[in-house]
């Protein structure tokens, strides 16, 4: 089966050429990437985010040093990656990433690399990815499943013993100056489905304003939507991951999540004018900002971007799957998933809509009471007023 492909640039030899741009993770990579370059990552199970983040920045083909699916569970990115026509190489190993040097313009054919050229020399060979196998393959880790449900159980037991005050008790979180008590909430998280979900809850976002909590670059897209964040959310440890200053600064609170024992990296944005609240946990940013307003007492939050189903709790990896399943416990029946509001909430009735039902009663009454001798009466009776009525 042929790969599905973008449109690049006609050359005589077949196959794909473009710059190669070379990381470890497929974030990092992203951020550096052109349109119709081609992403060398050593990135074990692709997930949907990093996969998205490569599509988004326009790559034209992914290489991989490590398997795309290593069948423990069914992660989502290869399938992200299909679904927008970008060709995928994987399993090149340790010697065939060392092969492919950053800024190096190379030629991907039929899982091989070539060097620029007619004559280019085989820098590296991988298994080359089409939509059966990664099916298949995707098949098959849905069947561990199992041992993955029982190693989030021993996670989770383990996180809630080293956290079990701020799990369970809410120490360690930091008081905010925005106040959540009894206000209806929402939490932005940069999922790959975020502006669908963002128009999907426009009006409740619109009529209700609720509080805004944005994790990490999803407050760039909340900024570009013309909506302030009340607090922003970011990750020590990802610096890519963090919004544009002018955000930072205009956000009521910012909270930097740090991991146990970890340096904060406050400083950095102390450097940049802001004053951000430390929450040491190794809990997720996004599972971070969820505790937050759970402390807060928040009547109502809508997750918008979160993961949702079992699928993609496990698509994020072993490292965040016990405090994105406790979290949830922790939230209950007050945390609402954006995909349901559209059902649960079709808009506040305003004045003007009252006024166009008692219209349109008024007018139907009027008709009615026109076909009747009293309403012919009438009729007859303004004519005279008005000096109609030879017209009538």
């Known amino acids: 089966m042929r790969l599905p492909t973008r449109t ?21 990579v992203a951020a550096r990437l052109r349109p119709g370059d081609v992403a060398v990552i050593d990135h074990v199970d692709l997930d949907r ?3 998205r983040a490569l599509v988004d920045a326009g790559a034209a083909a992914v290489l991989n040093a490590q398997p795309m699916i290593s069948g423990r569970f069914p992660n989502l990115g290869p399938e992200e990656l299909i679904a927008a026509g970008v060709p995928m190489v994987d399993a090149l190993g340790t010697d065939g990433l060392a092969a492919l040097t950053d800024g190096r313009t190379v030629r991907v054919h039929d899982g091989r690399v070539y060097a620029e050229g007619p004559d280019g020399a085989v820098l590296a060979a991988g298994r080359a990815l089409d939509d059966e196998t990664i099916a298949a393959e995707l098949a098959a880790a849905r069947s561990g499943l199992v041992t993955q449900l029982e190693s989030l159980t021993r996670t989770s037991t383990e996180l809630l013993r080293r956290e079990q005050d701020l799990l369970l008790h809410g120490q360690g979180i930091p008081r905010t100056a925005t106040r959540f008590a009894g206000r209806s909430t929402m939490v932005v998280v940069g999922g790959p489905e975020l502006r669908a979900e963002l128009d999907a809850v426009r009006p409740y976002l619109r009529e209700q304003e609720p509080v805004l909590v944005a994790v990490g670059r999803a407050a760039d897209e909340l900024h570009a939507r013309g909506r302030r964040p009340d607090v922003v959310v970011v990750d020590g440890a990802d610096e890519a991951d963090r919004p544009s200053v002018a955000v930072l600064k205009a956000a009521r609170d910012v909270v930097v999540r740090v991991d146990p024992g970890r340096p904060s990296g406050a400083e950095s944005l102390e450097r940049l004018g802001v004053r951000p609240l430390v929450f040491t946990t190794s809990a997720t940013a996004e599972d971070a900002a969820l505790l937050l307003v759970d402390a807060g007492d928040a009547a109502l939050v809508v997750g918008v971007g979160l993961h949702a189903s079992l699928e993609d709790f496990l698509d994020r990896g072993r490292g965040g799957l016990a405090s994105t399943y406790l979290t949830r416990l922790r939230l209950g029946a007050r945390l609402v998933d954006a995909s349901a509001v559209p059902r649960l909430y079709s808009g506040r009735v305003r004045p003007v809509h009252l006024l166009l039902v008692m219209l ?7 008709a009615a009471v026109s076909v009747t001798p009293v309403g012919q009466e009438w009729i007859d009776q303004l004519a005279d007023v008005l000096g109609l009525g030879g017209a009538l």
């Open 49 to 51: 985010n990093a996969a």
């Open 360 to 366: 349109a009663g008024l007018l139907a009454l009027l």
């Open 8 to 28: 690049h640039p006609t050359t005589d030899l077949p196959g794909i050429s473009g710059t190669l741009r070379t990381g470890r993770q497929a974030a990092a």
